[in-house]
């Protein structure tokens, strides 16, 4: 198993422009989520999901949309980058009580 | 909503030494507290999980030990080694339902030789 894999790992953006970040897992978990990483804060739960068609807001949400079609691939779309998304965004997938991260992607706007 | 304040922010040992990292939630509610570990440029990964019908949990060198009154947690990590260095971060959320983890800030443990 891959586990959670997320493309790109790393992404520079102009302020406006819009971007889609990958997400995908192959142990067939129903729940997912989106995280977002910046310094002193810890992750925060920008959206996440509880099985495919089915997504929710959590903490973050504003600027962030997602959508569920597949049990496999949860992708976050920014629809116009600001320089506040800038951070490292993990995504994740869950069995149980536990919890797998991906590897981030690191994204800069400028 | 919950809310996870975690001490200290960074946390310097001699390799060997014990090291404790500090939890505080404040949803009476949350019933699970997990411990993750990220090393540099990958994901957080699960080390250690507690549940609120228990006190004290063990696994070889880490443990934690969990307050409901007070409501706190924390991470024990004894005999320290250089690959213990990373960052750590305790989380509280309500097993039931979506289960949204709210993560503390992160504390930048180095273990020194």
């Known amino acids: 198993n891959a586990g959670v894999t997320q493309t790109p790992k790393f992404q520079v953006l102009k302020t406006g422009q819009s971007m889609t970040l990958q997400c995908a897992q192959d142990?067939?978990?129903?729940?997912m989520s989106w995280y977002r990483q910046d310094p002193g804060m810890g992750l925060r739960l920008i959206h996440y999901s509880v099985g495919a068609g089915i997504t929710d807001q959590g903490e973050v949400p504003n600027g962030y949309n997602v959508s569920r079609s597949t049990t496999e691939d949860f992708p976050l779309r920014l629809l116009s980058a600001a320089p506040s998304q800038t951070s490292v965004y993990f995504c994740?997938?869950?069995?149980?009580?536990?919890?797998?991260f991906g590897p981030g992607t690191r994204l800069l706007v400028l | 909503g919950e809310n996870v304040e975690q001490h200290p922010s960074t946390l310097s040992v001699q390799e060997g030494d014990s090291a404790v990292i500090k939890c505080t939630y404040s949803?009476?509610?949350?019933?699970?507290f997990p411990w993750y570990k990220q090393e540099l440029g990958k994901g957080p990964q699960l080390i250690i999980d507690?549940?609120?019908?228990?006190g004290e949990k063990k696994d070889q060198r880490i443990a934690v030990t969990l307050n409901k009154t007070a409501k706190h947690f924390s991470l024990h990590i004894t005999e320290t080694q250089p690959e213990d260095s990373a960052v750590y971060f305790c989380?509280?959320?309500?097993?039931?339902?979506?289960?949204?983890?709210?993560f503390g800030q992160g504390t930048r443990l180095t273990i020194n030789p």
């Open positions: 142990m067939n978990h129903e729940y």
């Open positions: 949803d009476s509610a949350s019933n699970y």
């Open positions: 507690i549940r609120s019908n228990v």
């Open positions: 994740a997938s869950r069995l149980g009580e536990t919890q797998y």
């Open positions: 989380a509280a959320t309500l097993i039931q339902g979506a289960q949204k983890l709210v």
